[in-house]
């Protein structure tokens, strides 16, 4: 199975910051790479879709690069409703795997 | 809008079958990928397996042949049972449409989740 990892594993970023997160594979998926946001007691949230495509109505603060074996997820200026925790998912290959997570806390 | 909603026992006994429902409304079952994932206490995801439209399967091969998937297009509802489970199947289950049209992959939606523990 491709193998993802995260960094950070957490952050501690003030209202306004610049974030970003990256997620890396054990091995090529391509573009096929997504990012969900979630939130305590929710269900993940789809934020980028096929490494950079924003799912609609997500805020274009929000942005994903990348492709091969290394992604970012960005977000240019953090929000209060940010903190959260990201994952990556690569949908390339079955199993379909996840990243462990980053979890993004207020300063 | 499309809605999943999962249900099914919250409790279940150590070697007993999981199973859980997933009942999908406001649209249609056709062209998706119907996947159940799951999120173990420590935060950890797991995809499980899907089930397309057409009845074709795929799981996680690490769950061992574990799981059966099954979908009821007239009733709207997709089902997933996990035999002989143990505590390491404690976890909250989802159910997620996945898309997968290039360029379009992704699960663009999620039921709320549930809670399944297993302990005698």
Known sequence: AIQLTQSPSSLSASVGDRVTITCRSSQGVKNDLGWYQQKPGKAPKLLIYTT???QSGVPSRFSGSGSGTYFTLT????QPEDFATYYCLQDYDYPL???PGTKVEIK | QVQLQESGPGLV????????SCTISGGSISTYYWTWIRQFPGKGLEWIGYIYYTGNTKHNPSLNDRVTISLDTSNNHFSLKLSSVTAADTAV??????????PVYSFDIWGQGTMVTVSS
């Not at chain 1, 977000?75 to 953090?78: E, V, Y």
């Not at chain 2, 006994?13 to 859980?20: A, I």
């Not at chain 2, 289950?93 to 290039?102: F, S």
């Open chain 1, 52 to 54: 950079s495509f924003l």
């Open chain 1, 75 to 78: 977000i240019s200026s953090l």
């Open chain 1, 97 to 99: 795997t996840f990243g």
């Open chain 2, 13 to 20: 006994k150590p070697s007993e079958t999981l199973s859980l």
């Open chain 2, 93 to 102: 289950y989802y159910c997620a449409r996945r898309v997968a049209v290039r």
